[in-house]
Nanobody
Framework: QVQLLESGGGLVQPGGSLRLSCAAS????????IGWFRQAPGKEREGISC????????KYADSMKGRLAIIRDNAKNTVYLQMNNLKIEDTALYYC????????????????????WGQGTQVTVSS
């Protein structure tokens, strides 16, 4: 079964850090882009980072640029998202996703370009 599983979310104080994981099963991530997205209540789903299949291209949303690092570990079939200096407005459900085509390795922050999604991991930033 093709599956993406996010983990690593939780409750963190403002200024704190979390490392999210996106673990793939049923397929090999080395052929596919991984994107990270978030959705807060009442807001649109926002692409915050992506990494191409070979890791040569990474992108970060302006809203979080400088506070994120996306790391691909194809040997572990996992992509990580390191989030630093978290703010209250970062509170959201965070998803990872992958694309099946037309070019499944290309990095994009557009949610519509992704075809398969995990169920999300909740990040809550609160004092």
């Amino acid at each position: 079964q093709v599956q993406l599983l996010e983990s690593g979310g939780g409750l963190v104080q403002p200024g704190g850090s979390l490392r999210l994981s996106c673990a793939a099963s049923g397929f090999s991530l080395d052929y596919y882009v991984i994107g990270w997205f978030r959705q807060a209540p009442g807001k649109e789903r926002e692409g915050i980072s992506c990494i191409s299949n070979r890791g040569r291209t990474t992108k970060y949303a302006d809203s979080m640029k400088g506070r994120l690092a996306i790391i691909r570990d194809n040997a572990k079939n996992t992509v990580y998202l390191q989030m630093n200096n978290l703010k209250i407005e970062d509170t959201a459900l965070y998803y990872c996703a992958t694309s099946w085509g037309p070019d499944p390795g290309v990095c994009t922050l557009a949610p519509g370009r992704y075809d398969y999604w995990g169920q999300g991991t909740q990040v809550t930033v609160s004092s």
